[in-house]
């Protein structure tokens, strides 16, 4: 009875020991907890603690990269309308008449005709003084010669009006001098396009110049 006693006396401070030690690491593992997340929530650092560098501005990477953009499109240009109307590329410098020129390029004829769907001669010339000279001109081709002042062909100079009779005897048929006896104009056969004074259906159909600006 009395070996009974002492082994379950034994079995119970056993228990007791084992008890204790399991709340103390539970206690050990709240602290431990507590102290790591003290660590993530605590403050950040002073402001002064980072260095003091400004920071890059974007306006002026912006500001770069139009810079950028604008270079290109005047290079392309310059390359496009050099080879166009043989010239040397640093002649092609009037970069808004060009980007006008090359805005219309292609655009298909049609009697009448005055946006991108479609143009005549005669609108696109109007098109081209209004928005590269802001100078109104007669929607008909006869009329914008009889406004024009009449000029040599020696005289001619780039936004000039040239003029063509292309069937009968009155005008018919208006472009816009550039340069190297080119001009832009809008054709029945292929739309807007940059075609030669010299060519013979044009050198035999020549119907003077004039001046409007």
Not at 1 to 26: D, E, N, P, Q, Y
Not at 63 to 73: C, D, G, P, V
Not at 173 to 198: C, E, P, Q
Request: glycine fraction near 8%; charged fraction near 25%; include cysteine.
């Amino acid at each position: 009875m009395k070996k009974r006693t002492g082994l379950h006396f034994s079995l119970i401070l056993l228990v007791g020991c084992i008890a204790v030690s399991c709340s103390a690491s539970k206690k050990t593992a709240a602290k431990s907890s507590t102290n790591e997340n003290a660590t993530v929530k605590g403050p950040l650092p002073p402001p002064s603690h980072y260095p003091n560098r400004p920071a890059k501005s974007d306006k002026s990477g912006s500001n770069s990269a139009e810079i950028t953009s604008s270079e290109k499109s005047l290079g392309a240009l310059q390359f496009k309308y050099a080879i166009l109307l043989d010239v040397p590329v640093e002649e092609i410098d009037n970069r808004r008449l060009f980007s006008f020129i090359d805005s219309w390029y292609g655009t298909p004829y049609r009697y009448g005709g005055f946006t991108r769907d479609g143009v005549d001669c005669s609108g696109f010339t109007q098109n081209f003084m209004t928005s590269i000279y802001q100078i109104q001109v007669p929607r008909v081709s006869a009329e914008q010669y009889n406004q024009s002042k009449r000029i040599t062909r020696r005289e001619l100079r780039e936004g000039d009006l040239v003029f063509f009779k292309t069937s009968g005897r009155s005008i018919s048929h208006v472009g816009i001098y550039l340069r190297n006896n080119k001009f832009v104009h809008a054709s029945t056969s292929s739309g807007v396009m940059i075609s030669d004074l010299d060519e013979d259906y044009f050198a035999r159909r020549y119907a003077g110049a004039g001046r409007v600006k």
